[in-house]
């Protein structure tokens, strides 16, 4: 199979290489054929080797880049239909793998991070722990869902992280401040007015 590689130096580096595809599955884990991936600044970040903001993360080395993608699952290892995955199900990938629920630690960004320090989805073929996958609905294309976890999913907590499960903020009395028009503030202003929130955007000229 093909996939892109990055050395972090450069995103006029990258490169395209071919490689074995997956074939052992160990326990829990599922072989996922990649269809889109999207591009947030973080992968940018990671391409270019300025991706420093968290000291536990080592910013060196080759890596498969980006954080976010949509596929369906090709293969299902032993033990993976546990979780309600089986082949033919489209799903798209949880950034943080291990952050399933509550606040997250050192070791969740340390270890864990979708497109560094874990290989990302520019690949045609990928293998996934089956609880860092998510079903995609099917009013989603695979391009935007593969929008959503890093941006749509950092929007909605920036809202809502503080809101009892099932009940977001609503109301126009409630104010959201977005700025700029980023993957993240664009995703928020659509999240606030589905809402009814009151919202302003700052963008600079």
Not at 37 to 53: A, K, P
């Amino acid at each position: 199979m093909r996939q892109w590689v990055s050395n972090q130096n450069g995103l006029d580096k990258l490169r395209l290489v071919e490689v074995p595809e997956p074939s052992e599955l160990k326990e829990g884990e599922v072989l996922v054929k990649i269809h889109s991936v999207s591009l947030n600044f973080r992968d940018t970040e990671v391409c270019m080797g300025l991706y420093g903001h968290h000291k536990s993360i080592d910013p060196e080395g080759e890596i498969v880049p980006t954080s976010d993608c949509c596929g369906s699952i090709v293969k299902v290892g032993p033990g993976a239909s546990d979780s309600g995955l089986k082949e033919g199900d489209r799903v798209m990938s949880i950034f943080i793998q291990t952050h399933l629920t509550g606040q997250i630690v050192e070791e969740d960004m340390a270890l864990h991070g979708m497109g560094l320090p874990l290989n990302g989805c520019l690949t045609q073929y990928r293998v996934f722990p089956a609880y860092g996958l998510v079903k995609v609905p099917d009013y989603l294309t695979d391009g935007e869902a593969a929008c959503l976890p890093v941006g749509a999913v950092t929007a909605w907590m920036g809202i809502n992280s503080f809101q009892p499960i099932g009940q977001p903020l609503q109301g126009k009395d409630k104010v959201v401040l977005l700025q700029g028009t980023g993957g993240v503030s664009i995703a928020g202003l659509q999240t606030a007015k589905a809402l009814g929130l009151t919202n302003i955007c700052i963008i600079a000229r």
